[in-house]
């Protein structure tokens, strides 16, 4: 049963929509979904909810339905009103709200107002009460930037009404990290007269379908005391499933995880987090004291997961259970199944071992991921990652006044663009601690730092000329493009 209507948007309200910025929100996940966990209430800039009456199929000239689609504003550095919009996009998660991250500061130096735009079928905006594959069909990268097109022309138009003035446009630039990041890139890439520019913070633009290098960074950050600490553990575990799974399953309150390429993938991803979010010494600190001491890896491994990957980090066993991922009915936790089947039928970045010197075990290879796709959304259900990178350029964009940026401890930064080209300026923030989206979210990246804060990364100053480049690169491109008529 849906929860479409065929009404217009031009029969909503615009007393129920104000100004708007976007923001990317992240909620609990594992390092397969990208997504950071979420921030708590005193963290985001604003929580209070508004609606758009979204298009179902942008594709399709025949279909009308629409559906509610959530989004946040914040207006409290607005330079009313001809100041510039920050659209900052939603991924793939529950966006509930505006975190108070590095946006916090860009808006306050550029006069802005920031807007977000919750993701289609994630959070609050499903179009269906159900996902069954035949209900997911909707849900594409493809949809999801025609949703921010909508949006952004909507959004414009009440702005218009508010003060009372005629076809204007403010000057909009967008901004996301990670899968959000990729969007952002996507839109100035598809829609340039929308926006007068994006950063793409840790955007991975290029579908993959054996992503073997995420895994081969994933052992150059951890650096040569932990990787072969790492890569011991992962040769007990495997010894130790032939022998007896449901012990070592149980060591790491993990029994559920009946498939064990299921419980392979949960323990690697274990250790990217700390790595990808910028807290290696909580992994590689205990590991290498436990290899010194000739104490049990297994346990001391088990000990991190329980205590940092569960408990601290907050990530769930459930994730990574292919039973829990087939479940079609519409809940608070239904992200994980929504994400896969992004993966399982775009952009694929399956983290498989590469042959020689892996972290992760031999055992999560294509084949898991391929039969991953197949047992949870059903037959005929895979990447086609040729098609995603033809549509988009893959790191051969040819787009125009895009930032890029990436951490060089991040594995998710092999899937961006690392390499500056005209117009298309590309920055390595490097330091020990600089991971998934620092330019943004500061040091370590998860927990959220208020306003992106860098002093506790290892290399603050690195992080400032990043961001001093890419706020001079914002200040460049909107001078040269100013209120104008609208489209």
Same mark, same amino acid.
């Given at each position: 049963?849906?929860?479409?209507?065929?009404?217009?948007?031009?029969?909503?309200?615009? &007393?129920?929509?104000?100004?708007?910025?976007?923001?990317?929100?992240?909620?609990?996940?594992?390092?397969?979904?990208?997504?950071?966990?979420?921030?708590?209430?005193?963290?985001?800039?604003?929580?209070?909810?508004?609606?758009?009456?979204?298009?179902?199929?942008?594709?399709?000239?025949?279909?009308?339905?629409?559906?509610?689609?959530?989004?946040?504003?914040?207006?409290?550095?607005?330079?009313?009103?001809?100041?510039?919009?920050?659209?900052?996009?939603?991924?793939?998660?529950?966006?509930?709200?505006?975190?108070?991250?590095?946006?916090?500061?860009?808006?306050?130096?550029?006069? &802005?107002?920031?807007?977000?735009?919750?993701?289609?079928?994630?959070?609050?905006?499903?179009?269906?009460?159900?996902?069954?594959?035949?209900?997911?069909?909707?849900?594409?990268?493809?949809?999801?930037?025609?949703?921010? &097109?909508?949006?952004?022309?909507?959004?414009?138009?009440?702005?218009?009404?508010?003060?009372?003035?005629?076809?204007?446009?403010?000057?909009?630039?967008?901004?996301?990290?990670?899968?959000?990041?990729?969007?952002?890139?996507?839109?100035?890439?598809?829609?340039?007269?929308?926006?007068?520019?994006?950063?793409?913070?840790?955007?991975?633009?290029?579908?993959?379908?054996?992503?073997?290098?995420?895994?081969?960074?994933?052992?150059?950050?951890?650096?040569?005391?932990?990787?072969?600490?790492?890569?011991?553990?992962?040769?007990?575990?495997?010894?130790?499933?032939?022998?007896?799974?449901?012990? +070592?399953?149980?060591?790491?309150?993990?029994?559920?995880?009946?498939?064990?390429?299921?419980?392979?993938?949960?323990?690697?991803?274990?250790?990217?987090?700390?790595?990808?979010?910028?807290?290696?010494?909580?992994?590689?600190?205990?590991?290498?004291?436990?290899?010194?001491?000739?104490?049990?890896?297994?346990?001391?491994?088990?000990?991190?997961?329980?205590?940092?990957?569960?408990?601290?980090?907050?990530?769930? +066993?459930?994730?990574?259970?292919?039973?829990?991922?087939?479940?079609?009915?519409?809940?608070?936790?239904?992200?994980?199944?929504?994400?896969?089947?992004?993966?399982?039928?775009?952009?694929?970045?399956?983290?498989?071992?590469?042959?020689?010197?892996?972290?992760?075990?031999?055992?999560?290879?294509?084949?898991?991921?391929?039969?991953?796709?197949?047992?949870?959304?059903?037959?005929?259900?895979?990447?086609?990652?040729?098609?995603?990178?033809?549509?988009?350029?893959?790191?051969?964009?040819?787009?125009?006044?895009?930032?890029?940026?990436?951490?060089?401890?991040?594995?998710?930064?092999?899937?961006?663009?690392?390499?500056?080209?005209?117009?298309?300026?590309?920055?390595?923030?490097?330091?020990?601690?600089?991971?998934?989206?620092?330019?943004?979210?500061?040091?370590?990246?998860?927990?959220?730092?208020?306003?992106?804060?860098?002093?506790?990364?290892?290399?603050?100053?690195?992080?400032?000329?990043?961001?001093?480049?890419?706020?001079?690169?914002?200040?460049?491109?909107?001078?040269?493009?100013?209120?104008?008529?609208?489209?």
């Amino acid at each position: 049963m849906t929860k479409l209507t065929a009404t217009t948007p031009a029969s909503m309200s615009f &007393a129920f929509f104000l100004l708007i910025l976007v923001v990317a929100s992240g909620g609990a996940s594992a390092s397969r979904l990208l997504r950071l966990p979420g921030a708590t209430s005193k963290k985001y800039l604003t929580k209070q909810e508004h609606w758009f009456n979204q298009t179902l199929d942008h594709f399709s000239p025949y279909d009308h339905r629409h559906f509610g689609q959530r989004y946040y504003e914040y207006l409290d550095n607005f330079r009313a009103p001809d100041g510039p919009i920050f659209l900052k996009i939603c991924g793939e998660s529950a966006c509930s709200g505006i975190a108070n991250d590095y946006i916090s500061v860009l808006a306050k130096k550029f006069g &802005a107002a920031v807007v977000s735009l919750e993701h289609r079928y994630y959070g609050k905006s499903s179009p269906f009460k159900s996902l069954t594959t035949k209900d997911l069909r909707f849900l594409s990268s493809k949809q999801a930037l025609f949703d921010l &097109a909508a949006f952004r022309q909507y959004y414009q138009d009440s702005l218009n009404a508010k003060f009372n003035r005629p076809n204007i446009d403010n000057s909009w630039f967008v901004f996301g990290v990670s899968y959000a990041g990729a969007l952002s890139a996507w839109f100035r890439l598809k829609f340039p007269h929308l926006t007068c520019g994006s950063l793409a913070s840790s955007a991975v633009v290029q579908a993959i379908h054996n992503f073997t290098a995420f895994d081969k960074q994933v052992g150059e950050s951890a650096g040569p005391e932990c990787k072969p600490v790492l890569q011991e553990i992962t040769r007990l575990v495997d010894q130790r499933l032939g022998s007896n799974a449901e012990a +070592v399953k149980t060591l790491f309150n993990a029994t559920e995880l009946k498939n064990d390429g299921d419980f392979l993938y949960f323990l690697a991803d274990a250790a990217v987090v700390a790595i990808q979010y910028g807290n290696p010494d909580k992994l590689c600190i205990p590991l290498i004291e436990a290899k010194k001491a000739g104490a049990d890896l297994v346990e001391a491994y088990a000990t991190y997961v329980k205590d940092y990957y569960v408990g601290s980090f907050g990530a769930s +066993v459930q994730t990574y259970n292919q039973e829990h991922l087939k479940k079609t009915t519409l809940t608070d936790d239904t992200s994980d199944r929504l994400w896969w089947f992004q993966v399982c039928t775009e952009v694929a970045y399956f983290q498989v071992a590469p042959s020689n010197d892996s972290i992760r075990s031999l055992r999560v290879d294509s084949r898991y991921h391929l039969d991953l796709c197949k047992n949870v959304f059903g037959e005929g259900i895979y990447p086609d990652v040729t098609a995603t990178n033809l549509y988009y350029g893959g790191t051969r964009i040819a787009g125009s006044r895009i930032i890029f940026t990436n951490g060089s401890q991040d594995p998710w930064r092999h899937a961006s663009k690392q390499t500056s080209s005209p117009e298309m300026p590309s920055f390595i923030i490097t330091c020990h601690n600089c991971g998934h989206g620092t330019d943004f979210r500061g040091c370590p990246q998860s927990p959220l730092v208020p306003e992106g804060d860098s002093e506790n990364c290892s290399s603050p100053d690195a992080v400032r000329r990043v961001r001093q480049q890419i706020v001079q690169t914002i200040d460049w491109w909107l001078s040269e493009c100013p209120t104008s008529p609208g489209v």
